[in-house]
């Protein structure tokens, strides 16, 4: 079992849409989950960040977290031709290392 | 604030030859700093840990001989691709934690042809 699982997608939304990625870890321990956007041949920049059971919204962006069941999900509501891209989930392990599940490629359509 | 510069972007070299790919935070003090590896349509795999001052930590089925992590100060870390193989060939990105999450180098692209 992988350390964090994502749907690789693709998954196409219409503009104006919400689209909803969701993430899965196996380790109970993992206290701080984040979500990353990544275009293709740059380095990933932070979306969100959550730490505590249930919702945390930032614009259009929401983060659920849900540790009884260990999943994390991010909700984009409106979304826009720009915010396709691949989206990474990541939990924090022992020693502040940083493990990545494999990325959910969103594609908004005009 | 808590910017990573990594350098070069992008690099091309002959197989069998070495590369060295820099990573420096340049307005605070990186302690740890993380190394990974993409390969196309893949997530990022973390290599290894590296602590200032002391030897780093890899990941398992990463060689240490062959990916060498040197973090002599504070705000440098560097990677040393050895004897680079076609197979090398990837994006490597570094990463250092701070207080509140985690900053990232804008990555290599390694080509080794």
């Known amino acids: 079992q992988k350390e964090v699982e994502q749907n690789s997608g693709p998954l196409s939304v219409p503009e104006g849409a919400i689209a909803s990625l969701n993430c899965t870890y196996s380790?109970?321990?993992?206290?701080?989950f984040f979500w990353y956007r990544q275009y293709s041949g740059k380095s990933p920049e932070l979306i969100m960040s959550?730490?505590?059971?249930g919702d945390k919204e930032d614009g259009r962006f929401t983060a659920q977290l849900n540790k009884a069941s260990q999943y994390v999900s991010l909700l984009i509501r409106d979304s826009q031709p720009s915010d396709s891209a691949t989206y990474l989930c990541?939990?924090?392990?022992?020693?502040?290392?940083?493990?990545f599940g494999q990325g959910t490629e969103l594609s908004v359509k005009p | 604030g808590a910017v990573v510069s990594q350098h070069p972007s992008r690099v091309i070299c002959k197989s069998g030859t070495s590369v060295k790919i820099e990573c420096r935070s340049l307005d605070f003090q990186a302690t740890t700093m993380f190394w990974y590896r993409q390969f196309p349509k893949q997530s990022l795999m973390l290599m290894a840990t590296?602590?200032?001052?002391?030897?780093?930590?890899?990941e398992q089925g990463v060689e240490k001989d062959k990916f060498l992590i040197n973090h002599a100060s504070l705000t440098l870390s560097t990677l040393t691709v050895t004897s680079a193989h076609p197979e090398d060939s990837s994006f490597y990105i570094c990463?250092?934690?701070?207080?509140?999450?985690?900053?990232f180098g804008s990555g290599t692209r390694l080509t080794v042809v």
């Open positions: 380790d109970r321990g993992s206290q701080s």
């Open positions: 959550i730490y505590s059971n």
């Open positions: 990463s250092a934690s701070i207080r509140y999450g985690y900053t």
């Open positions: 990541a939990v924090n392990r022992e020693g502040g290392k940083l493990i």
């Open positions: 590296s602590n200032e001052g002391s030897k780093a930590t890899y």
